[in-house]
Every structure is written in structure tokens, then in C-alpha cells.
């Protein structure tokens, strides 16, 4: 096991603990939509779309939602039209953000996300000027209690082509390459593999030590206010808070 999945950790820690179940639908809905209108509503001819509900079902979203979204995205249902923009910039103690986002009101939300980077004493950048510190890879977060022998899940993972499994806490988090997403997770799930997540994410290259629990709690409230803001499907960022201090702050 190598690598830091410190932040797929901590995603996983608040989403046990978050009841914001339809605000989390909404946003896949958006994001099935979306897929649909760009590659059809074929899941099985549409990478993206397949991505999409396997995250939906996941999260246990209903079978009528997801069809609901496939039918708007193809134009079967009326609905607005959403336009892709990931703005970034750095957050408190010089944490790397990437906010992917899906607007109808490209004004409306490069205002917010701009207020709440500096509300929180970051700043917005240009674009590319914190990208270049993530890769884009395929996730999927195991917990540990679901595996009944975590070597085993290593050598599955391996076998159907991941590219590295990371230890944190109580979660495994399988990584791929954003092509072999599917397969792999397919392969997992016939292993009889769960996953709590699963997801394409950006994942950082390195990481920011952020130590002082000011800093963490500015962080973690820009963090939180991007991730309730409607027109933001994913937040990822860089940093690494110690153990302790993020469950004193959570």
C-alpha cells in the first residue's frame, strides 16, 4: 500500500455523517444529464453516462432519477441546458482547489465561487495555475470492514488493472487510470467488492501540511460552503490535515 488518500478519507468520514442526501442527488442528476446530452443515453456507449450512474446507484439514488436525468440529457424531458467550468485557485495556507462545476448561469457562479474563496482568505487564479497538481484517475473507496481479507483486495485490484490501492483510516481507495475505470470496477463487483464511492476525481500529486487549526478550519468552511453551492459537483483539493486536529474540528 502507497501513495496518501488522507482527503478520499475525509470525504468519506463527513459523507457518513452528512444528511444532505438530496442536495448529493441533485448534483448526479445534473451530472447523468449532462452525460446523456453529450454521448447518448446508451450507458453501455457512453463511458461518462456508465461513470455517472454507477456513482448514482452507490449512494443508493432511485432507478426513476436516474432514468429521469438519461431522458432529460437526451431531450426527452424539458430542463436546462448546463455548461462545464472548473475554476482554481488556493485556499487558506496555500492549499491547491479545483471546483468542477455545472451552470446554466456562468455570471451567478463564477461570483459565488469567487466570494467564498475570499471570504475564507483565499483567492481565485487563472486557469491552469493549480491543475498541473493533480492527475485525473479513477477512484473507488472500499471500507475496510467490507473486506473480509484486505491482501486479497490488493491482488484483485491488481489483476484487473488498477494502478495502486492507498490505506487511510478505515477506507481502502482503489486507483486506475480513467480508462480502466469501468473494467476494474466491474471486476471488483463481481468479486463481490463494495464501495462506498465511486467516482473519476482529481487526484493531488503532492501534498500541503496544513498544521494550525485556524487554517484548518477556514479550509475546511471554504470546502463546505463550494460543496453546498448548487452549481458545484466536486471540490478537490490538496491539503493534509493531521488525524487529530481534523476530528477536533469536524
Known amino acids: 500500500m ?36 453529450m454521448g447518448g443515453g446508451d450507458p453501455e456507449a457512453n463511458p461518462r453516462l456508465r461513470a455517472g450512474i454507477v456513482a448514482a446507484r452507490t449512494v443508493n439514488m432511485p432507478k426513476d432519477n436516474i432514468e429521469r436525468a438519461i431522458k432529460k440529457g437526451v431531450g426527452g424531458l424539458e430542463g436546462a441546458n448546463y455548461e462545464e467550468i472548473t ?12 471546483v468542477e462545476c455545472l451552470t446554466d448561469n456562468r455570471n451567478r457562479t463564477v461570483g ?18 493549480v491543475s498541473y497538481m ?15 481479507d484486505e ?8 489483476e484487473a ?3 495502486d490501492v492507498v490505506e487511510d483510516g478505515d477506507i481502502f481507495q482503489v486507483l486506475t487510470a480513467p480508462d480502466d475505470f469501468n473494467a476494474v470496477r466491474e471486476a471488483l463487483e463481481k468479486a463481490g467488492v463494495t464501495f ?12 500541503v501540511e496544513v498544521a494550525e487549526e485556524k487554517t484548518a478550519i477556514q479550509l475546511m468552511k471554504l470546502i463546505d460552503n463550494l460543496e453546498d453551492f448548487d452549481d458545484v459537483q466536486k471540490v478537490h483539493a490538496n491539503f493534509d490535515i493531521p ?6 474540528i469536524s
Not at 138 to 148: F, I, N, P
Not at 151 to 158: D, I, P, R, S
Request: with cysteine; net charge positive.
Open 2 to 37: 502507497s501513495g496518501h488518500s488522507k482527503w478520499a478519507n475525509t470525504k468519506h468520514r463527513k459523507g457518513a455523517q452528512d444528511a444532505k442526501r438530496g442536495k448529493m442527488f441533485t448534483k448526479l442528476a445534473k451530472e447523468i444529464a449532462v452525460a446523456a446530452r
Open 87 to 98: 475554476y482554481e485557485g488556493y485556499g487558506p495556507g496555500g492549499v491547491a482547489v479545483l
Open 112 to 129: 459565488e465561487v469567487r466570494f467564498f474563496f475570499g471570504k475564507s482568505g483565499g483567492n481565485m487564479g487563472e486557469t491552469g495555475c
Open 134 to 148: 493533480f492527475d485525473k484517475k479513477g477512484s473507488l473507496l472500499v471500507e475496510k470492514g467490507a473486506m473480509m
Open 151 to 158: 491482501e486479497k483486495l490488493l491482488e484483485l485490484a491488481l
Open 161 to 163: 488493472g488498477a494502478e
Open 196 to 207: 462506498v464511492e465511486a467516482s473519476i476525481s482529481m487526484i493531488p500529486k503532492n501534498t
Open 243 to 248: 488525524d487529530a486536529l481534523m476530528e477536533k
